[in-house]
């Protein structure tokens, strides 16, 4: 074929599904992904993420498996996907990160796997677990409590408290007047619901500490306060706290906020480009969502030198190279 059809064809490729390529343009559907599965390699090798200083682990269900997802949280970037979330998986990715020491903090949901392939790679690092992901707990046994009262419920009742469960999930400063109204009927009618809504408030509080010691005496506060008769209920919170106190607990010495937020914006983008190619493999959506979304890129500081003499044949040295971030995810 043209060198012009070859390149187009690694252009739609990434746009469309096979299908669509081939019928554009007479070739044959496998021709269309040897063409998009070669340019895929080539990015792969062309494009080097900056090892972060922070980075963030956390995991994708796509194509009906759970990936792995590597961020680099200081600079809102993805850098990769990996098709399972497998200790071994993760391991052998970092040990093959460019200048691996860099990386001071990172910060995970609590999944065992992740946290042994840090120690064994990244010593270095200080683990910090994703709040987002501890809190979401405190909701969860909220909703058991809530659910726990449909046996006392008629079926118009019970239809009507699922409906109202969200104004129940929000934070209380979060809650307009018509919703407190609604949400005081509830609580005011079932006591084991208002004190487990306002012992899940009093959890969220804990992130509100300024230091790691204040934080550490409102744990211990707010476990030696659950109400009674709700043990079993929080059961599974104390648990995960008690398993992962340190690496919670770190969230309050860092320099910055580090969390996961940004993992909605690659939900997102894992929706949009598995809308456009329905079936595709898990290396189609890794390359579609690496190779086709901008890249957040910044100029080398480092100046080049006035005597250096550009060849023929020969670029710039590598650290004159424009640094590549990843995916910007402030785009999408």
Not at 212 to 218: G, I, K, P, S, Y
Not at 222 to 246: C, F, H, M, Y
Request: hydrophobic share 40%; proline share 3%.
């Amino acid at each position: 074929m043209t060198l012009r059809l070859h390149e187009y064809v690694e252009k739609e490729s990434f746009n469309h599904p096979y299908t669509f390529v081939a019928a554009q343009t007479g070739l044959d559907e496998k021709t269309v992904r040897d063409i998009f599965n070669a340019r895929a390699e080539f990015l792969g090798r062309w494009h080097r993420f900056e090892t972060p200083r922070i980075l963030g682990i956390d995991e994708l269900y796509l194509n009906k498996r759970y990936r792995c997802i590597l961020t680099n949280i200081e600079e809102r970037t993805l850098l990769d996907l990996l098709a399972t979330r497998r200790q071994d998986v993760v391991t052998n990715y970092l040990m093959k990160l460019k200048d691996r020491q860099k990386v001071e903090i990172v910060s995970m949901d609590m999944w065992n796997p992740y946290r042994a392939a840090v120690k064994a790679v990244l010593p270095q690092a200080r683990i910090v677990v994703d709040k987002f992901h501890v809190v979401r707990m405190a909701n969860d046994a909220l909703e058991r409590v809530r659910k726990g009262l449909r046996k006392e419920l008629k079926p118009s009742q019970s239809r009507t408290l699922k409906g109202d469960r969200k104004i129940l999930l929000k934070r209380a400063h979060e809650v307009s007047d018509r919703e407190r109204l609604i949400m005081e009927t509830w609580t005011g009618a079932f006591p084991q619901l208002l004190a487990a809504y306002e012992h899940k408030e009093r959890f969220y509080g804990i992130w509100d500490a300024t230091t790691r010691l204040q934080a550490e005496a409102a744990l211990d506060e707010w476990i030696a306060t659950i109400p009674k008769g709700q043990k079993e209920v929080w059961s599974d919170l104390v648990r995960a706290v008690g398993n992962w106190r340190e690496e919670t607990m770190t969230y309050f010495e860092t320099d910055m906020p580090v969390t996961n937020a940004y993992t909605e914006s690659i939900n997102r983008l894992a929706k949009d480009k598995n809308r456009e190619g329905r079936g595709y493999s898990f290396e189609v959506m890794r390359a579609r969502m690496l190779y086709t979304t901008k890249h957040k890129k910044k100029a080398p500081t480092a100046k080049v030198s006035p005597f250096y003499k550009k060849t023929i044949g020969y670029g710039l040295p590598d650290f004159a190279e424009e640094l590549n971030y990843g995916v910007d995810l402030s785009t999408i």
